[in-house]
Nanobody, 123 residues
Framework: QFQIVESGGGKVQPGGSLRLSCAAY????????IGWVRQAPGKARVGVVC???????QYLDSVKGRFTMSRDNALRTAQLQMNNLKLEDTGDYYC?????????????????WGRGTEVTVSL
C-alpha cells in the first residue's frame, strides 16, 4: 500500500528553524515529482516547493533563500529545511507526489499525499 508520512513540524518563534521529513512506503520515488504544499488556516493550499525527478527544486518566491528541499530516492525520503521562519509560514505542510511539477508548484497529476505536519510560527 502506497503511503506518505510527514514529520518534523512544531512551534517556533520567528527566525527559528524546522526540518520536515517525508517518507514514502510501498512505492519508488525514482519517477515521481515530490512537493511540499502548505495550507494556512482558512486559506487555500499553496505549493511551497516542487522537485521534479529530473532537475532542481523550484521554490515559492516567499521562501527562496530560506527553505531548502532535498530528496533521497534510494531511501524514499524527502526533507524540507526551513530557516528564518516567518509568521506567514504557519500552516499544515503536506508532502505530495505526482508525475511532474505542474502549475503553482503542485505535483501533477497528484498521485498521493500524507496527513500533514503542523508548523506554527508565533511570538
Amino acid at each position: 500500500q502506497f503511503q506518505i508520512v510527514e514529520s518534523g513540524g512544531g512551534k517556533v518563534q520567528p527566525g527559528g528553524s524546522l526540518r520536515l521529513s517525508c517518507a514514502a512506503y510501498g512505492v519508488s520515488l525514482d519517477d515521481l515529482a515530490i512537493g511540499w504544499v502548505r495550507q494556512a488556516p482558512g486559506k487555500a493550499r499553496v505549493g511551497v516547493v516542487c522537485f521534479d525527478r529530473d532537475g532542481a527544486p523550484q521554490y515559492l518566491d516567499s521562501v527562496k533563500g530560506r527553505f531548502t528541499m532535498s530528496r533521497d530516492n534510494a531511501l524514499r525520503t524527502a526533507q524540507l529545511q526551513m530557516n528564518n521562519l516567518k509568521l506567514e509560514d504557519t500552516g499544515d505542510y503536506y508532502c505530495a507526489t505526482g508525475n511532474h511539477c505542474g502549475p503553482g508548484l503542485m505535483p501533477n497529476p497528484l498521485r498521493s499525499w500524507g496527513r500533514g505536519t503542523e508548523v506554527t510560527v508565533s511570538l
